[in-house]
């Protein structure tokens, strides 16, 4: 290929904490030591429907309008509905002459047997239905044909990879450049495991820290406020962790799969290959076993970039998912700016030596999400949560990284902290649209 354009693969995974990423060795070596890793990447609406859609367009969740995984708040079929599709990471591309693939979980909600293949995908292996798949039998949507498969004769996420290898192998002498998003449900719960690495995490013990079964939730807003986790409770979440483990040497398979036809067909020097998360999860934090909350282990996601040009190395700066949609256009030679809708930023300027000072680049950004209802903004140092009825929440992330201590709880010996600028920034991002979240996440 003799084009300018970059080659585009993106992996992206479901639920996956950033603690976790440890047990990832090609990962590691592959990725994360050959390219930038960015430590403050954040999930805006920390739910998979949401982010997802976020991901696609470069908004948050109240501007596109997905704000929950099922109807009437979200899901497939409201993004369909609302036109959503019509304009995403993959019309931009495909309008550019990129090949476009995706393989996996697109959105919650897509399927239940029809044939739709959104807009923008040259070739398309949507998951149909629920991950929990009945009797093992899962299904792909494959270019608009239901094709069915047993889950104890092919793993889901083996699929998805032979999937991509294929398309990939394929693009070798084509002409043009190509983007390929692959999705495994891994490590999503039921977290299913390959045959082959059943067992590898049995030793393994469930984390604890300070923030787990959180002895104090006094401070923390009501709709906040669990009960301790029982012995049955913490017992069911070590093999829950253990099988999270397991479920994610699959996706450190595919990762290895996507390098090796790559390199083997001289496509790699040509391509970016960037990795992440929808969303974080929480494994006891805080007494809870979910995501959707403004807490860090559900808001933080990894996030890793290797590609031409890339130095390896970890960068500070607050990026969030908002940003992966135009920065993949800009990486294409297409002007993100032509998207009028978008709220998020480019983040090539932090790929590159000479990036902006992390305090020019964002100072804060806004978390939002509608059941818990909350808005919350996250800053360098720290993290301002609105409920509705009044509470509120700031926590001082250096010395409180865990989030332990609300520093607005009304029983303090101190007169608690000013939080006139970090309500103002807030108020300012609450409603904003494209070039004014832009200008509000930079105080």
């Not at 990026?319 to 256009?329: K, L, Q, R, S, Y």
Request: hydrophobic share 30%; proline share 8%.
């Amino acid at each position: 290929r003799t084009g300018e354009q970059p080659n585009i693969v993106f992996i992206l995974t479901d639920d996956l904490d950033t603690g976790s990423v440890s047990v990832m060795p090609e990962l590691r070596s592959q990725l994360i030591e050959q390219g930038t890793t960015f430590n403050n990447a954040f999930a805006t609406d920390p739910l998979c429907c949401p982010s997802r859609a976020t991901f696609l367009r470069g908004q948050y969740s109240h501007n596109t309008g997905i704000v929950g995984n099922s109807p009437p708040d979200g899901g497939h079929g409201r993004f369909r509905n609302l036109n959503l599709d019509r304009s995403t990471v993959a019309t931009w591309l495909q309008d550019a002459g990129y090949h476009t693939f995706y393989a996996g979980k697109y959105m919650n909600g897509y399927g239940s047997g029809d044939t739709y293949v959104p807009p923008g995908w040259d070739r398309w292996y949507g998951w149909q239905g629920r991950y929990r798949s009945p009797g093992g039998e899962y299904r792909l949507n494959e270019n608009g044909d239901i094709k069915r498969y047993d889950l104890d004769r092919i793993h889901d996420t083996d699929l998805l990879r032979e999937k991509t290898v294929d398309f990939i192998r394929k693009q070798r002498g084509v002409g043009a450049p190509f983007f390929a998003y692959v999705a495994p449900n891994a490590p999503h719960t039921p977290a299913y495991v390959p045959e082959r690495h059943e067992g590898m995490f049995s030793e393994r013990s469930l984390p604890r820290p300070p923030s787990f079964d959180e002895e104090d939730v006094s401070d923390k807003p009501a709709a906040m406020r669990k009960a301790r986790l029982d012995h049955e409770q913490i017992k069911e979440l070590g093999d829950r962790y253990r099988k999270r483990l397991a479920s994610l040497q699959s996706v450190d398979g595919m990762v290895a799969a996507i390098l090796a036809v790559l390199r083997d067909t001289d496509q790699l020097d040509d391509t970016y290959v960037i990795f992440a998360s929808d969303n974080g999860f929480l494994l006891g934090e805080h007494r809870r076993v979910d995501k959707s909350v403004p807490y860090e282990e559900s808001i933080r996601i990894p996030f890793i970039v290797r590609g031409p040009q890339v130095p390896a190395r970890r960068v500070n700066h607050l990026v969030t998912n908002n940003d992966f949609a135009p920065t993949v256009a800009q990486l294409a030679g297409v002007n993100p700016s032509k998207y009028d809708f978008v709220d998020g930023k480019s983040f090539v300027p932090l790929l590159r030596p000479g990036e902006p000072p992390p305090e020019q680049w964002r100072t804060g950004f806004l978390v939002e999400h509608v059941t818990p209802t909350y808005q919350a903004l996250r800053t360098k140092d720290y993290t301002y949560v609105e409920w509705p009825g009044g509470e509120k929440e700031l926590y001082a992330l250096e010395g409180d990284p865990y989030q332990l201590h609300n520093l607005l709880k009304s029983d303090l010996p101190n007169p608690p902290p000013d939080t006139t600028a970090l309500a103002a920034q807030l108020g300012a991002l609450k409603d904003c649209k494209a070039d004014q979240c832009r200008a509000a996440e930079v105080r």
